[in-house]
């Protein structure tokens, strides 16, 4: 249990520093109009939350309760799509007290730096943070972590991929 738990301190430590180092980075080329998102492409089917309840490293489980969010090419604020999706999460979380804390998983696809990407995860992470607190949720329940585009959820070189890894994750601690 204790590795577990040093193991998830140093992923949270890593991806502090990074986020630290990036800050002010230029962007690594490429615009915003390169992708034409309509916004409407991820409220039905996809990768959507899981079914299942299963566990990683740090012992934080995954739950069916929590959505994923996904995110634009190179953006960290919450679309008007994935709203209701977090409104359903920030619900869950206020009626699973036994869910001592949140941590919610900052992602993004293959293309720019590792350094920016962690960045961009955390700051992705961190809307979806934020839009908890703003929602009810006490700051002191909700943990942030990047892991850039470290674990994709869908392998590929190709926006028909790369939409699925842009996204914000929720795992939960007992």
Partial sequence: MKGRFVWWFAAVVLATAAFSMATGCALFGGSEDEEASSGGE????GLSGSGSLSGDESGALEVAELQTIYFDFDRAVIRDDQKPA????????EQHGEW???????HTDERGTEEYNLALGERRANSVKQYLVNSGIPASRVDTVS???SKPAVQGHDEAAWKWNRRAEHRVMR
């Avoid at 001592?100 to 900052?106: A, D």
């Fill in 147 to 149: 892991f850039g585009e």
């Fill in 86 to 93: 977090m409104r359903s999460n920030a619900s869950a979380v």
């Fill in 42 to 45: 991820f409220s039905e089917g």
């Fill in 100 to 106: 001592r804390i949140v941590v919610v998983e900052g």
